[in-house]
């Protein structure tokens, strides 16, 4: 037993044991732990004492950086403010008293804000907690007035009060045009002492004094101008003054400054008629500077609280601003004295780039044609429409009143806002001199003014040109009216919406001296004026105008004699002394000053007068300077004006008609002369193979007949290969054998060259009726037919010569043998024919030159002859199997 005793207490020994050694296993781990925990323990307390002083210099870190932005932020907003200061307020609007002088704006540039001190902003050192007291950065203080606002002073101290109002008015008075600022002054307690410096603009009417009592009246009339404006001026079309002067450049109203110095308490009415003008005056241009009197609160209203030089202004905030000393007395009085004597003088002339727009063509001719001609007497564009109505225009006044600088100066206006696809120019001067000239290519400027179609110029003997000028365009107002009428409309407007793609511009055609057109009873004159009614009458909705521009009274009454056509120049543009142009008792012409004239679109009654300061706008230099800018930004298909000058001769090489001219024709043409028309087209004669088909030349100038035949010849040598047709030259007087010589010299080399023995041995051996049809063509060219007339008259084998040139002349064409001869009076011609009584029909065509029409008379179908009154270098050609009447045609120059 005691065995199994010790036993049992060995195992239990021995697990004890185990179990001992196991504890203090266990034991020396968690020991373990403690300490590495109470060492951890030990770190963080370590690491939590130092955390805070870490935090704070972090915080003061973070705290110098944000104060270092915040510094240079200041800073540099302060610089950028001064900055936009100073361009919110350029010259004198900002400009400090001691440089400070008056600089007005440009035309059309927005008013700008105005200088009364500057603010002060704090400036604070980086590293500093506090701005260093006494430190700042400045930028300008400025209020805004003129277009903007009112301003209200609240002020305890006179004199900086007194700074700021007379500050604001000098200000504003020296960055606007003259004149264009009116002052009222209400001053009951110093009786106008606050604005003394200012009266020397009272005599000018650009200062008004308000006596106590006179706040009413006053404030009435502000209202009264302010629906005026609303009314009459912006229309509906403009929401303020400042937005049409930014639209159009123009400022009609000038600006009104009512400058109110205390009083009594306003009354009930006063009170409400001031709130109406903060509320409605900015845009209508007119300001009050109110002091001493509290004012509503309005966003209009800028407050300015003055404390001595100290201000608090309500659109800067709390920031403070130093108000600016007042201008000196002595600049004040000079300055408003200056812009006195300039104002009562009377406006600057009126100046040709104010009728410029500052962009080109942006308008629209569909409705009309808009531009200023000039400027009112208070120095406003005045605008002169063609449309509907008024639809044409009548121009007059004495010699050398300015009618052509006139139009120059509209032209301008209108070709600089109305592109080329909107409005053409046809232009025609029938005064001696070349004034339309400079529109069209010449040989110093090869720019031209792309508007303009046709420039005819000196022309003052060639009526016809004028005539052809109305021939086109009735038939242009024939086109538009059968446009219209596929179209089912009846006006351009309409056309030109119904088509959009056409081109269909208004046309304006000016005629400068316009009576010599109509002077004389003749089939000419007579033409003219009914095409002239007619264009008159259905040209307006067609739009097509007419401006008649005339010296003298004859022209207008030679429009009298037909009120139809008077009647639709409702358009009257009288320059000094232009009499008969305006109503009977409308006298104002009469007065009108040197360069102005009297726009009436109301056929002249009293009461359509307006008066308009034109500018010069005659200056070449000036002139081209516009055409250039136009003529560069021309439209790519557009080529230069037609230039038909009456004192050029012109050339048969450079005639469109002779450069189209080829070979292989079935019928030839000889060209004659130069047609007098809108296009530069030859008088052609068709050399065609029927009785009569030759040529007369008729006269005794030797050039003229010269080259009438030269370039006949050379027209028709043009259209033959060579060989294939024949040449002969008869040259019968010494006079024309150069001309002959040298036109020999370009024909053929087969041509014949023959004096009168040689014509005579000639004409027998031509002999057409031995011709077969396709014989090769014949032109028999004579110089001075008539010298052969004593040896054609010898008889030779049973014939005379004569006989022979007669037997010629009458079967030739028809076998393409045509003569091409110059005779030097019709006599000779007629003699050369067999005498009086002996048929002409041979001769189908002639060009008369110095031979009187009733001379023609057997060879004009009707009695007496054609009407023609020879002139230099001028011939009349007549084509029987053509013509109804003859035309005049101009001889190319001998030069070729
Ligand atoms: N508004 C103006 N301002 C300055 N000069 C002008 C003005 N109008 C005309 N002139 C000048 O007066 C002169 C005559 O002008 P213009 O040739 O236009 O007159 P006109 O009436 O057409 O004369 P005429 O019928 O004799 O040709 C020109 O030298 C022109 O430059």
Known sequence: MPDVRTSVVETVRAYLSRARAAARIHQDGAKADLAATQARLERVRQAAAQRPARAAAERDRRLAELDARHTATLADLARRASLAGGMRAPGAAGEPWATWHPTPAARGEPPDLLRVGEIRIPRADAGRPRPRPGTFDTAPALVPLLDRGHVALV?????????????????????????????????????????????????????????????????????????????????????????????????????????????DEPSRHERAQLDRILRTGAACGVHLIVRGIAVAEHETVEVIRVNGYRAEISGCGP????????????????????????????????????????????????????????????????????????????????????????????????????????????????????????????????????????????????????LALLRF??????????????????????????????????????????????????????EAATLLEDLARRGRSQGIHLILASQDVSGIEALWGRPALVAQFTLRIALPKARRILHEANLAAETLPRHHAVVNADSGAPDANRVVRIPAASDRRVWSELQHKLWQDRPPWLGPPRLFDGDAVPRLASSPDFLALGPDVRDPVALLGESIDVQARSARLPLTRSPGRNLAVLGTRVDEACAVLAAAARSLARQHADGDAR??????????????????????????????????????????????????????????????????????????????????????????????????????????????????????????????????????????????????????????????????????????
């Open 155 to 263: 002020d305890n101290v006179q004199q900086g009060g007194d700074a700021v109002v007379a500050s604001l008015l000098l200000r504003a008075l020296g960055r606007t045009a003259h004149g264009q600022i009116d002052i009222t002054g209400y001053d009951p307690e110093r009786l106008g002492g606050g604005l003394a410096g200012f009266a020397p603009l009272a005599p000018a009417g650009l200062l008004t004094f308000v006596g106590p009592g006179g706040l009413t009246p006053l404030l009435d009339g502000l209202v009264d101008h302010i629906r005026r404006i609303n009314e009459t001026v912006l229309a509906g079309d403009y929401a303020s003054l400042a937005e049409m002067a930014a639209r159009t450049g123009r400022r009609p109203e000038p600006w009104r400054v009512a400058v109110l110095l205390g009083g």
């Open 319 to 466: 920031l403070p601003v130093q108000l600016d000393p007042p201008p000196p007395a002595e600049l004040v009085t000079a300055t408003c004295r200056k812009i006195a004597d300039r104002v009562s003088v009377g406006p600057a002339p009126a100046v040709f780039a104010n009728l410029i727009p500052d962009a080109f063509w942006t308008e629209h001719s569909a409705a009309g044609l808009t531009a200023p001609v000039g400027d009112s007497p208070e120095g406003r564009p005045v605008d002169v429409t063609l449309a509907d109505y008024p639809p044409h225009a009548l121009i007059a006044g004495p010699s050398g009143t300015g009618k052509t600088n006139l139009i120059y100066a509209w032209m301008g206006a209108l070709a600089a806002r109305y592109s080329p696809e909107e409005l053409a120019f046809y232009l025609l001067d029938f005064k001696e001199g070349v004034s339309f000239a400079r529109f069209a290519p010449g040989r110093r400027d090869p720019s031209w003014l792309p508007h303009v179609r046709l420039v005819g110029v000196n022309v003052n003997t060639d009526r016809e040109f004028g």
């Open 473 to 526: 365009l009735g038939r242009e107002l024939r086109r538009r009216a059968d446009a219209a009428k596929e179209h089912e409309v009846t006006k351009l407007s309409e056309l030109r919406h119904e088509d959009p793609e056409g081109h269909w511009p208004r046309v304006v055609a000016v005629i400068d001296e316009f009576q010599i057109l109509l002077t004389g009873r003749d089939a000419l004159a007579q």
């Open 727 to 896: 040449f002969s030259v008869a040259c019968l007087d010494p006079d024309a054998a150069a001309t002959a010589a040298a036109l020999r010299a370009d024909l053929p080399a087969d041509t014949g060259w023959y004096d009168a023995e040689g014509l005579a041995a000639l004409l027998p051996s031509i002999d057409p009726s031995l011709e077969s049809g396709t014989a090769r063509p014949h032109y028999l060219v004579v110089f001075a037919a008539d010298a052969a007339a004593a040896r054609l008259a010898v008889r030779e084998g049973g014939r005379t010569g004569h006989e022979h040139l007669r037997r010629v002349l009458n079967t030739g064409p028809e076998r393409r043998t045509h003569v091409l001869g110059w005779w030097r009076s019709v006599n000779r011609l007629r003699d050369d024919l067999g005498g009086t009584g002996s048929r002409t029909d041979a001769i189908g065509a002639w060009v008369a030159l110095d031979v009187q029409g009733a001379d023609l008379t057997g060879f004009f179908p009707q009695q007496g002859g054609p009407a023609w009154y020879p002139r230099p270098w001028r011939a009349l050609y007549f084509d029987r199997a053509r013509h109804r009447t003859p035309e005049v045609v101009i001889p190319y120059g001998l030069g070729g």
